[in-house]
């Protein structure tokens, strides 16, 4: 497959290129193993929908738990491994070739609701599952789970390359959980989202089923921020379907079908998110080395105004000295009141260009966002290309702001000019040259 040729040299030119950037910049890139990894399913959706069977019918036998009362209280990470075992949440958060280390931030809480399942199983070569708890109204917000559960799902979303959000006949979208899901986590992630609407069989008949498709349509659109609903998979688990059921099963076996040959074709896919990631991660550090730049210049302009006032003194003593005591052929006290004079003023000039040029850093970190604005005007006057920019800026400001507002602008490194150009011509052209 072309991504395996092509993996390799995108690795390539971010260890080459753009790390030695992102050190000077002291901006964190997404490690090798989550670029090399294969592509993730997230599965999403209120308990009992059946997103621990769906795992199961994908491994054709019993790998995690199912039950009609709430059974997942954690996340499960479903890997290869040629040795089959289950790890808990520290060894999963600190193996080093797996994409999980971030997920300490959200706290102990969380390590302690994961865990990993290494299974000999040929679809895991291609990809990893993700179960997770089922979403419950309880408080509606969640509140009582050890750890930010929407915060944690956010981070799962955007590492993963599709998000299977379940529903069930019996919850069409009504759950606390479920709505927070959608409009604080899932946004912005939408495009990866695929809606299952799983155990077809349980509707007592046609009517019922398009009362509940109709009130889940009706949902989602409230919830979700986009204009086109994303792809329903109306399905049911064939080895779990009742026996008297009311509806042709045909369609929805066609759908569960179509659905696991999505998920076949996802490492196809995945090349085109990983260059899409690094474009996106080249161009948020090209923005904060350019706004880092361009008040170091700043910086820079002004203490040399300075210098050159105070140049412009000295000058003036040494002339006028020089001048006078030459023609006179004698040092009088008028010299000696200049030569102080100057003497002093070309200090006090130094004094103040220094002072203004540590008022310049921290007027230009404090109003961060005019700093970019300034840097970008010729690029933010283009209309085609202010969105974009304001989102990378939007991406990179945070990150960017902690730095400067703790060390100030000893705390990055210069980044030479023609390092710069490189991750400019990265961003035009190299990387998507990679697509082709
Ligand atoms: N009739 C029928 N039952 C199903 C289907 N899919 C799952 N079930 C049953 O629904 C119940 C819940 O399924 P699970 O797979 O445990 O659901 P889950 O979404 O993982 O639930 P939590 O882990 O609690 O979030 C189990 O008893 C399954 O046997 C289906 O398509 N049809
Ligand atoms: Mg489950």
Not at 245 to 266: K, R, S, T
Request: hydrophobic share 40%.
């Amino acid at each position: 497959m072309q991504a395996t040729a092509v993996l390799p040299q995108l690795l390539d030119i971010r260890d080459k290129v753009v790390r030695p950037v992102a050190d000077a910049q002291r901006m964190e890139l997404l490690p090798a193993s989550a670029i090399s990894a294969p592509p993730m399913v997230l599965l999403l959706g209120n308990h009992s929908s059946g997103k621990s069977s769906l795992i199961n019918h994908l491994m054709a036998r019993k790998v995690q738990r199912t039950g009609v009362a709430p059974t997942d209280d954690g996340f499960t990470v479903l890997m290869y491994g040629d040795d089959e075992r289950t790890v808990d949440g520290s060894s999963l958060t600190t193996h080093p070739d797996l994409p999980f280390s971030e997920l300490t931030r959200f706290g102990p809480g969380l390590v302690q609701h994961m865990s990993g399942q290494f299974l000999n199983n040929e679809l895991l070569k291609q990809v990893r599952l993700i179960d997770s708890p089922g979403m419950i109204d309880a408080s509606g917000s969640g509140s009582e789970r050890l750890y930010d559960f929407i915060s944690v799902i956010r981070w799962f979303a955007e590492q993963c390359d599709l998000i299977l959000l379940f529903f069930d006949p019996e919850k069409p979208g009504t759950t606390g959980e479920t709505i927070a899901t959608l409009t604080e986590a899932l946004s912005g992630v939408d495009h990866k989202l695929r809606i299952v609407m799983n155990k077809m069989d349980l509707f007592d008949g046609i009517r019922d089923f398009a009362r509940t498709y109709g009130a889940l349509c009706w949902n989602l659109s409230r919830s979700l921020q986009t204009k086109d609903l994303p792809h329903i998979y109306t399905t049911v688990i064939p080895e779990l379907v009742r026996e008297d059921c009311l509806l042709p099963l045909d369609g929805f076996a066609a759908a569960l079908l179509e659905l696991e040959q999505y998920i076949n074709n996802l490492p196809r896919n995945r090349l085109d998110t990983v260059i899409s990631g690094t474009i996106n991660e080249c161009q948020s550090l090209y923005v904060r080395c350019q706004v880092t730049e361009y008040l170091r210049n700043k910086v820079k302009t002004t203490r040399l105004n300075g210098y050159a006032t105070a140049g412009l003194f000295a000058l003036i003593g040494i002339f006028y000295i020089g001048l006078t005591a030459f023609a006179d052929e004698a040092f009088t006290r008028s010299h000696l009141i200049v030569g102080l004079a100057s003497f002093i003023l070309f200090l006090v000039s130094i004094w103040i260009s220094n002072k203004l040029a540590l008022w310049t850093e921290h007027k230009g970190i404090n109003q961060l966002d005019d700093t970019f604005h300034a840097a970008f005007a010729g690029e933010l006057a283009n209309r085609g290309l202010a969105d974009d920019l304001l989102h990378t800026w939007s991406n990179a400001r945070d990150g960017l702001a902690k730095i400067l507002v703790v060390d100030g602008l000893h705390g990055l490194k210069k980044v030479p000019k023609r390092k710069m150009k490189k991750l400019r011509t990265l961003i035009d052209t190299e990387l998507p040259k990679l697509r082709q």
